[in-house]
């Protein structure tokens, strides 16, 4: 679930706090990546000079990471987030379908939210639920043979 955006100030000392708790990890950054968004719901642009800072690295070092793994969002999320799994099972059994299907439907594609903010869409490499293909999960539900008509019921209740 989205959290709600604090004042700028107050994002930035959250990050900065969070970066400093976390600066003595080994390989530091991406544990702070990951708290930042765990906090905030995503990771601002804000974030990059704060954390290049205190760990001694160049802005575009962090700026790479952030934007190399696609589990970091640089945007807010939606209030509900619906992940489709893209790995091989999941698109031999039809998820390509389920993707064109629900990129047509919520007018967005991959890492966007809906104009009204219900939904981020986002791809997965696999939910584990292979023998159930093609899968998503919506928020932390994960659904199995996923059909397009299933999901819009699923959409339906988020909405």
């Known amino acids: 679930m989205a959290k709600v955006e604090p004042r700028s100030a107050t994002i930035e000392a959250t990050i900065r706090a969070l970066a400093e708790a976390n600066a003595g990890r080994p390989g530091a950054l991406l ?12 990771v601002p642009e ?23 793994y696609h589990f970091f969002r640089t945007r807010p999320p939606g209030k509900h987030t619906l992940y489709l799994c893209r790995a091989e099972a999941c698109q031999s059994m039809g998820a ?9 439907t919520l007018k ?7 104009s009204d903010g219900r939904l981020t869409l986002e791809p997965v490499y696999c939910l584990g639920n292979c023998a159930c293909s093609p899968a998503v999960m ?21 909405r």
Request: charged share 30%; no cysteine; aromatic share 4%.
């Open 46 to 68: 804000s974030a990059v000079p704060i954390v290049a800072n205190v760990l001694n690295l160049s802005r575009a070092e962090v700026h790479g990471v952030v934007t190399f």
């Open 108 to 114: 967005v594609d991959f890492h966007e939210t809906t």
């Open 96 to 104: 390509r379908e389920l993707e064109r299907h629900v990129k047509e």
């Open 31 to 42: 544990p702070i990546l990951h708290a930042i968004q765990d906090e905030l719901g995503y």
């Open 138 to 158: 919506l928020d932390e539900d994960v659904h199995g043979r996923v059909t397009p008509e299933r999901l819009d019921q699923l959409l339906a209740e988020v």
